[in-house]
């Protein structure tokens, strides 16, 4: 699985500080091109960039889920279906066995994200990637624990500043 390919196009929204990678059609057309997934030049509407922002917006929701974050997952996982079915999916048996889209444009380009989100779950690398427990940070890593257990993008970041809130909440109320 190009587990980069994901977390990276997840990441293009990062909440802490906000920074927004996909602010139009173009920035999208530059975006999925730079990573080989979108011929360069294609047409990218603003349907096309909802599009996409929804697929990303429901892989982080799934993401989160697998840190024990709550969320519509039925709803995610229906709008991963419908893109899947919209770049044409198919199943091709070479080696490796894989997803391929049918569709060119966005339609397939999300097509190419989805399908290696679809290796992922089988191989396992899917399990291992979650979103930051932090509210204010839902940023995309690989828990590479051998327990799988990391909550938070960084101990350094969200981590330090959880247990410190926590530490605060627990001594606040012995006053």
């Not at 990276?8 to 602010?23: G, I």
């Not at 024990?68 to 490796?96: C, I, K, N, S, Y």
């Not at 397939?108 to 989100?117: D, M, T």
């Not at 089988?122 to 990637?129: A, H, I, L, P």
């Amino acid at each position: 699985m190009n587990s980069d390919l994901v977390i990276d196009f997840v990441n293009t929204l990062d909440l802490r500080p906000y920074k927004e990678e996909l602010t139009s059609p173009a920035a999208l057309a530059g975006w999925l091109a730079d990573r080989g997934v979108l011929a360069r030049g294609s047409r990218v509407t603003k349907a096309d960039l909802e599009e996409a922002i929804q697929v990303r917006e429901a892989l982080r929701t799934l993401l989160a889920a697998q840190n024990g974050l709550e969320g519509d997952t039925a709803a995610a996982t229906a709008v991963l279906d419908g893109a899947g079915r919209a770049a044409g999916l198919e199943a091709r048996f070479g080696e490796p066995a894989r997803l391929e889209p049918a569709r060119a444009g966005v339609r397939g380009a999300l097509g190419s994200i989805l399908s290696e989100v679809h290796a992922g779950m089988v191989d396992g690398t899917w399990e291992r990637m979650k979103a930051c427990r932090a509210d204010d940070c839902r940023w995309i890593f690989l828990d590479t624990a051998k327990n799988r257990s990391r909550a938070w993008c960084s101990m350094r970041s969200c981590g330090n500043r959880e247990k410190v809130r926590a530490y605060r909440e627990r001594h606040a109320s012995h006053h």
